[in-house]
């Protein structure tokens, strides 16, 4: 397969000024141009989600929206992440999670993708209101959309190495960063228009290599080739030219937004450029941008994409094509008549019929793609194997949002699904992930519950400024959903505790220990004695303070509190600490656990080293404020090395750290908390240029040595890192 004509000065000198090209502007012209859709396509259309459409959404894990926010601004983005992100209400009605850029407002569309299926399920409706951060949506229209798009853009192949970016002049928003080598590389995009009587549409759209090309810094050029002859987003285009796009190029775990005008040409001179092995296109679409940026996705990097693992199972949901027969087979059966109906019900009911059908759709594709231009046309699924990684994402609901303090929230978390067991050892932390206007933001929170349970509770101290604790305390409630990693930390129990343990924290640096806590006390084979050393402003910041009263009273002779209030009492330092561990008469084998800002880690490091404890018995949690991580706006290279040998190579979108784009890319990246307070993730830079959120957990030393946390780190230039065993 060669491209013809494709020069920049075909594209530029070659077409003539955009502003004189032969516009179509009617219906007529578009149906003369590309004839007039079968009935049996629109009888493939059904009002409502029946069980085959219900089940291909329990088994999606992305999805393109398009939606118009409150402004009127159109908008087109990938949503989901997870298989059944979408929650079927009724046969009307489904609810998903969306964050960012403006609430929806009015008519919305979706187009469902499978990974690994070429056709996909598109979804049309309108908003009927928000929930929480659920948007829920009144369904008006769904049916299956053709394999033609995904088929040619090769999108669930093995990605293919992307053609330099056409070199280009002027000004406009296609010079923003990234944009032009984005755009040479992606093979798929979902377009979204919409009409003047209340509806919407998102369509895809897929060729090779670059589905959508540049003509200048201002103006992109669409194909559009044979397809069912709908042709839904040309007729929308004739009622309202505002549209939007989101672009994906295999492999990458960003997304390309695009926003602005278009209209429909069937210039001759511009046809030619888009000319497959001697065949133009019967039309193009010309987008006036407005607006074009190229940003990471959560939906693309949580549902792992362009790996193995991601691949529907084919056993679990219906042949897309099968399903668009029984919805044509439905709706045929309503018609005058109905004779097609019954006849399509009763073939469809024989033996290994939908497998027939796919082997004839098969062929079909593969036929009208080569008459269109195309090779090696390829309708099975081939994506890259997996490579190792560990510590995925768990999907959790809010149970319960229970408030300790005035400034302090515990979480209660279960399971989404089937619930499961939360085990880990006590004192170990988990990381929170959520949307926030967009973005996926993480914090890491130490458990305050006892492991093995079906419910996790994690307790959030609101800091002012805090972008995630404010969005925990302000924005969510019981029942919205949240992802957790974990659990990871070295700061817990030993699997055999001591007799003796002691326990001093300040603020919410009492949550690690709460959980240490309830387990022993929990344990009747357990008869450790525990003495808890607290630090708080003022007697109503005391978090757990019902709590601990009881558990002290309930079990006088393992546990003891102290309080020390800062207000009344001053800040614990060295002596004070001193003279209370001295008071406790600890033992030599007493364990201690510290928790709390680097102050009181100094004060209590000075205090047991002045009383002779060793090192290896005193056991440190420091916490460090969430700052957000660092970010850059231009996509950047990353290689992998270890061991001298390449492991791999990926862009890092903007918005993304160094370990989220190799982990989306399937790359084996170390990591466990992704907030920058265990060192796991730790890796040697080579080459480049990286900046980093402060603080974090390296020391000095290891800054000196050219060492970074990829979970905190955004690259500045082409970076190489090297994963080393420490």
């Not at 070429?118 to 908003?127: I, K």
């Not at 092995?277 to 010309?286: I, Q, S, T, V």
């Not at 406790?584 to 205090?607: F, I, K, N, W």
Request: proline residues 6%; charged residues 20%; hydrophobic residues 40%.
């Amino acid at each position: 397969m060669t491209w013809e004509n494709m020069s920049t000065s075909a594209m530029s000198n070659g077409t003539g000024n955009s502003t004189t090209r032969h516009r179509l502007t009617t219906v007529d012209e578009i149906e003369t141009l590309i004839g007039r859709p079968a009935s049996v396509i629109m009888l493939k259309q059904l009002d409502a989600l029946d069980e085959g459409c219900r089940t291909v959404l329990a088994h999606c894990p992305i999805a393109a929206f398009g939606y118009r926010d409150g402004d009127g601004i159109s908008r087109t983005t990938f949503i989901g992440g997870t298989p059944g992100f979408v929650r079927v209400q009724s046969a009307k009605r489904i609810s998903f999670s969306l964050t960012g850029s403006g609430a929806p407002q009015g008519p919305v569309s979706f187009c469902f993708l499978l990974p690994g299926v070429g056709e996909v399920l598109r979804v049309n409706g309108s908003v009927a209101g928000r929930k929480g951060a659920q948007t829920i949506v009144e369904i008006e229209e769904a049916f299956v959309h053709c394999a033609q798009a995904v088929l040619r853009a090769r999108l669930w192949q093995p990605p293919v190495p992307a053609v330099p970016a056409v070199a280009i002049e002027g000004v406009g928003p296609l010079f923003g960063p990234g944009v032009a080598e984005f755009l040479a590389a992606a093979p798929f995009l979902a377009l979204s228009s919409w009409d003047s009587s209340g509806g919407s549409d998102t369509s895809p759209r897929g060729d090779r290599q670059a589905v959508a090309r540049i003509v200048d810094g201002h103006t992109l050029v669409i194909p559009d080739r044979r397809g069912n002859k709908r042709a839904d987003t040309l007729h929308n285009m004739l009622l309202d030219d505002q549209l939007s796009f989101a672009a994906l190029v295999p492999g990458r775990s960003g997304v390309l937004h695009v926003r602005g005008r278009g209209s429909i040409t069937d210039d001759p001179a511009l046809l030619d450029t888009l000319t497959l092995r001697g065949m133009a296109p019967h039309a193009a679409l010309l987008i006036d941008v407005e607006a074009a940026e190229v940003v990471g996705n959560d939906a693309v990097v949580r549902s792992r994409l362009w790996t193995s693992g991601a691949l529907v199972d084919r056993s679990a949901v219906p042949d897309l094509m099968g399903l668009a027969g029984k919805h044509l087979a439905a709706n045929a059966a309503t018609t005058k008549g109905g004779l097609s109906g019954f006849l399509l019900n009763a073939i469809g009911a024989i033996p290994g019929s939908t497998r027939l059908v796919r082997l004839v759709m098969n062929w079909a594709y593969r036929s009208g793609l080569t008459k269109e231009g195309y090779e090696d046309i390829e309708t099975g699924r081939r994506l890259p194997g997996d490579r190792e990684t560990s510590n995925l994402v768990r999907e959790v609901r809010i149970v319960e949002m229970r408030a300790e303090t005035p400034t302090t929230v515990t979480l209660v978390l279960e399971d989404v699904d089937r619930p499961g067991s939360f085990d880990f050892r006590a004192g170990q932390f988990f990381t929170l992930v959520t949307d926030i206007d967009g973005r996926p933001e993480r914090r890491a929170y130490s458990a305050s519950s006892a492991p093995g349970a079906t419910r996790l509770e994690v307790t959030v101290k609101h800091v002012a400024g805090g972008r995630f604790s404010t969005h925990v305390h302000r924005g969510l409630r019981a029942g919205d959903q949240l992802a957790v990693r974990g659990p990871a930390g070295s700061f817990h129990l030993e699997p055999q505790p001591p007799d003796q343990i002691v326990l001093v924290a300040a603020g919410s640096g009492v949550t690690p220990m709460m959980s240490i806590i309830r387990t022993q006390l929990a344990d009747s084979a357990s008869r450790a004695r525990i003495a808890l050393l607290y630090s708080s402003r003022c007697e109503e910041e005391i978090i757990f303070a019902e709590q601990l009263a009881r558990l002290a009273k309930d079990n006088p002779e393992r546990l003891t509190v102290t309080h020390v209030l800062t207000r009344r009492d001053g800040r614990l330092d060295a002596d004070g600490i001193g003279r209370w561990v001295t008071d406790l008469s600890p033992a030599e084998d007493t364990h201690y656990y510290v928790c709390g800002p680097e102050p009181l880690m100094d004060a209590v490091r000075s205090a047991v080293t002045g009383l002779g404890v060793p090192e290896e018995l005193v056991h440190h949690e420091l916490y460090l404020s969430g700052t957000d991580t660092a970010e850059v706006t231009a996509p950047q290279e990353m290689t992998v090395e270890q061991d001298g040998n390449l492991v791999g190579t990926v862009v890092v979108e903007p918005g993304q750290t160094l370990l989220d784009a190799g982990l989306a890319a399937g790359l084996p990246m170390p990591y466990s908390c992704t907030v920058g307070n265990c060192g796991d993730c730790m890796v040697k830079l080579r080459g480049g240029d990286v900046t980093q959120s402060e603080p974090n957990c390296l020391t000095p030393q290891q800054k000196a040595d050219g060492f970074i946390l990829t979970c905190v780190g955004c690259p500045l230039s082409k970076t190489t890192l090297e994963i080393t065993d420490l």
